[in-house]
């Protein structure tokens, strides 16, 4: 080996491929925090000794610095970047959300015999892993209802009650707000579709803006990422019995969505997290769709319907944060939710699905929103 060759590799080497070297700190021995990627300058004497070693450990020396699986943490990075048709990373779905370290807030009560009223106990609210590990429940109250958990878009914050109640995501701090469902994308206010018009409320203050007037009073359910367009459904509207419709956020015309190919049925729909998909209730079966209010329809007319004979009838889907999964109720094809209704959750890339809320546990529709991993 001629001495260029040989001072390359010393210069480059890392203790990768040699050992590392150790540091005393405070009587105990540790390794330095960066060691794979420091370069290690050693006494020119021993270049002849080293060189050769290099030579065969340097392939060694590869894989420690480069060749390690990524991580399938989540990270709730703002603003979101979602990936639905990403090729599984595991073939285990189960194995995979646990690896992501995600977590739901999920509301359910157990599948008890309902009273003379035919009346279920009122729901409380639970912490979940999204591979069904770890449920900690997080109220307890007999006399009244815990529902409908919406996390903000920065995954800091829960409310449920459609927004009666704010909730600290890590100390679980809990305090009373008159707020609604739909949050803004920048995590400080909710909003809402009122007689008056559009209304939103500060999250910190409880204040609520001069009403923004609009054509027709509909429930809004979403917020596109943007800020720039709201979505819901309306029923009996333009020649169509079930329509999904969008309207710019400063109030407008309503544009009506292309109906699904079956027709059946159609609610529920709510925007992925990057504001670039949506998934709905296409009646038979969930569907997915891009959104894109440049185009005359709102979308593409590409619509990717989940496997019914795994969703179930009548799914109505919470996005992860990076748009890989969706969360949803399976409501047997004669059942309702007085019947047990399992909360689960589906891999759009390939329709896997896998099942959460313990058996004899009851679901109901949207009670149910993701969080990032504890540590987050």
């Not at 260029?4 to 700190?25: D, E, K, M, S, Y």
């Not at 609610?267 to 891009?290: L, T």
């Not at 059942?335 to 109901?364: F, K």
Request: glycine share 8%; proline share 9%.
């Amino acid at each position: 080996m001629n001495p260029r060759t040989a001072l390359i590799l010393q210069r480059h080497l890392t203790p990768c491929a040699v050992g590392l070297p150790t540091h005393r700190a405070g009587g105990a021995l540790r390794r330095p925090e960066n060691a794979c990627a420091r370069r290690v300058r050693r006494p020119a004497a021993l270049c002849g000794a080293v060189v050769p070693i290099a030579v065969i450990a340097l392939g060694l020396a590869l894989p420690c610095m480069g060749d390690e699986k990524p991580s399938l943490r989540a990270n709730w990075q703002m603003p979101p970047a979602c990936d639905p048709f990403g090729a599984p990373r595991i073939k285990d779905l189960k194995e995979e959300l646990r690896q992501t370290g995600y977590r739901l807030v999920i509301a359910i009560h157990p599948d008890n015999p309902p009273n003379a009223k035919g009346e279920y106990l009122p729901r409380d609210l639970y912490l979940i892993d999204a591979d069904g590990a770890g449920l900690k429940q997080l109220t307890n109250t007999s006399d009244k209802e815990e529902r409908t958990p919406r996390t903000s878009p920065d995954g800091r914050f829960f409310t449920y009650n459609y927004g009666d109640f704010v909730v600290d995501a890590k100390t679980l701090r809990t305090r009373k707000i008159d707020a609604a469902y739909v949050w803004t994308p920048d995590s400080r206010r909710t909003v809402s579709c009122e007689k008056g018009g559009i209304v939103y409320v500060d999250m910190q203050s409880g204040a609520r803006s001069d009403p923004v007037s609009v054509n027709r009073r509909v429930s809004v359910v979403d917020l596109s990422a943007d800020g720039k367009w709201f979505i819901f459904e309306i029923r009996d509207y333009l020649g169509s019995q079930y329509t999904i419709d969008f309207m710019p956020a400063e109030g407008g015309d309503i544009r009506k969505m292309p109906n699904h190919p079956v027709k059946v049925g159609e609610c529920h729909p709510a925007f992925s997290p990057d504001g670039k998909w949506m998934c709905w209730n296409a009646g038979d079966s969930m569907a997915v769709r891009r959104f894109d209010p440049s185009l005359a329809d709102g979308t593409d007319g590409k619509i990717v319907t989940l496997p019914k004979e795994k969703i179930g009838q009548d799914p109505c889907g919470r996005w992860s944060h990076c748009g890989r999964y969706i969360a949803y109720v399976n409501i047997p094809a004669k059942g309702s939710w007085r019947v047990h209704s399992p909360l689960c959750i589906v891999r759009v890339a390939d329709g896997e699905t896998i099942t959460l809320s313990p058996p004899g546990w009851v679901g109901h529709h949207w009670d149910y929103d993701w969080l990032p991993p504890e540590d987050e």
